[in-house]
């Protein structure tokens, strides 16, 4: 190979290189300077293009599972003989002992300009280039402006670090996790993240950063701040659990004060036209066929084929005792086998609705993967709100999780269960439940009026069975109460109250 051929396998190895984000900005300078002495003919190899690329992109980096940078670019091994193998060992060694100045966002498909023509010689020239893997796609934040976000998350999280001690941090995580604080779990994730961060080094507390859930990196303007806070200053318990249940009151909690002002209503339609939310504002009941279930009952053999009505099905033993058990248990023993459930519709519980995009082409507004979400009255609703008789049994149709669990469990947004029930439908009128602490972190400065759009807005109807039912909630308490289940398995029927989740 001549050194043509070998430059071109050079630039070819750097086109394909695989890499795994996030990408980070490095202390690295003037990287073309340095390429420039080493390669073997200074005037050939003086290009614009390159000078852009390597300037610009060449000190980039990521960080690997032991915190060790790794060059976006220097990392390729080239065959013995090229004549770039040296020089990218050199640059290379020269990222390796940089450090990071910050994350890096482009909204460029590529790093550099690939090829371009030359008229005055009719000449294609090649230049260093590669793919970016990690485009910026936000389209309300720059690029520019994401990174200088990012660099205040780093900076917030570094000085968190600073000023709460280590078993100050494993106290609170300890409180969270035993769940004697309210409504701890939107708590818990943030927390224990902190507490890990304490582990890491700075490239490491880097990648975090760059990959915090919304709302992870701001510890001491939210609720984990507050706990810390009352827990260095060393308050009793009592006035520590006190405190957090007041800020954590679902009418406190992350929602606006305020009625939304002029202004913020003009800004805020501006943002929903530019993010093309304003279909995803609309609401309709979801169907109980649109949920991912656990379990739905077992067709009745027997009802099928010309004489399935003339065979007699054997007598149900019923057990009268009611057996409490977790849903955890639930879930594991009775429902594998479980044919049919009966609830015992009790005047007033923990019922539920679903709700689900109109417009199934709508940006998710949530933050989990699919566009349903959920909502119960505070204090329980009336059987008959929800179309069902206190004291008979009804049948319940499936069993699903709460939406922000159908794909991956977000522990921080809860975990519940739905019973749904045969005919439930809500008839009173809920408003869009778009609640700010569930949406994603883009639309959190629109808040204030998703939330008093919501109230205003009605639900569209829905036609056929509604995903509605009884919610039982792992953190609510009193929707564990006094629930009463009739299941039949191999005819057999069992009567079941599943008192709390685990
Ligand atoms: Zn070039």
Redesign the pocket.
Known sequence: MNENQQYDAFLRTLRHQDYNGPIFQTSVQNLFHTYLSLVPNRQH?N?????N?LDRYGGLVTVDSSGNLVSLFWEMSLPAGNFMRPIVETLRDIVHRSNITGVFYSPEGTFG?QENYDKKRSLT????AAPNRYMWTDRIKTAYQGEAEKLEDFKNVQRALGEYRRDTLEQAVQLLESEVLYRSEKVLGPAKWLLDCRTKNTNQLWNAVATAPPGFCHPRASMIGTLLDDLNSGLDFESVKRRFAEKMSPMAYQRPTAAPADQTIEQAEKLVEQLGVAKSLERRFCLADETVRLWTPVAKSGATGVFGHLRQSPPAVVGTDVKAVTWKKFQEIVLPTAESIEYLVQSSANYSAYLTAVHTDSPILFQWDNPVNWYVWHGGSSAEQFSLTAGRYVSVIGITLQPNAWESVAEHQGNGVLFMLEGAKDIRHAGNSLFPETLRSEYHGIRKVIEAYSRKATIHPSEGQHAAGLLLQKNSASSWRGNKFKVTSKGITLMYNIDRWD
């Open positions: 190899y290009c614009r293009c390159c000078m690329f300009v020239w090649s230049h260093m």
